[in-house]
């Protein structure tokens, strides 16, 4: 499904993070995946059939993830009280269930927590996967910046994003699977060309650079 332009000539910009603010950083033993993620939304797209747009549906095709795969995968969600039944089952389900709030309720917090993870793993909302944009979150800059490989939902071709080690993308439940595999076996150079693909893509000075030069064109 393509992106309405609405006549308008739309420049295409990268995501971008400040490197400096966001080091490689070793990885603790046993560290687990990690993402940091809402898990409701009340958010519809109304196509001819209308679906829900939030992160809980672009994830129920995985939920079998870690009865697949021996990696430890954490999931740190924006949960309340009154969702206990839902934790109850990604628990048995055989994912670690955090409160995003607590983990993230500070940047500081935010940045440690994403830093002191082995990889990303994280799918999105299935409007990402139907307009095939290609989007990546920021969230995921911060894995690649600070070092752990990002293992994430494949949304589309991209012009400039490369389909390599530190990036891995995936379609469906097998390819998630041997992409946390690859991670698994090599965390050490994947971590590595995570941060290479950082530098030589998502650099912020390079990003608002290119910018500027197309404002003052």
């Known amino acids: 499904m393509p ?11 990268r995501p971008c993070i400040a490197l400096e603010w966001w080091p490689p950083v070793p990885t603790p033993s046993e560290a687990p995946f990690t993402t940091v993620s809402q898990w409701w939304a009340n958010e519809w797209v109304g196509d001819e059939n209308g679906y829900r747009n939030d992160k809980r549906s672009g ?3 995985f939920l079998d993830l870690p009865r697949l795969t021996d990696a430890p995968l954490e999931l740190a969600l924006a949960l309340s009280d009154e969702d206990e039944a839902e934790r109850a089952m990604l628990e048995e389900l055989g994912w670690r269930v955090r409160s995003a709030t607590e983990v993230a309720w500070t940047p500081h917090h935010y940045q440690h ?11 999105v909302k299935p409007s990402c996967i139907r307009f095939q944009t290609a989007w990546m979150s920021d969230r995921t800059l911060g894995y690649l910046a600070s070092g752990k490989p990002a293992v994430v939902q494949h949304t589309g071709p991209s012009r400039f994003l490369p389909d390599r080690a530190g990036l891995l993308r995936f379609h469906d439940l097998d390819e998630a699977v041997e992409c946390v595999g690859v991670v698994m076996r090599d965390s050490d150079r994947q971590g590595r060309e995570a941060r290479a693909l950082a530098e030589e893509y998502f650099d912020a000075r390079t990003v608002a650079a290119s910018i500027l030069e197309r404002a003052l064109a």
């Open 113 to 123: 927590y994403i830093q002191n993870s082995l990889a990303e793993f994280s799918c």
């Open 59 to 61: 994830f129920v095709p």
């Open 3 to 13: 992106v309405p332009d609405l006549g308008f000539g739309w420049q295409q910009t």
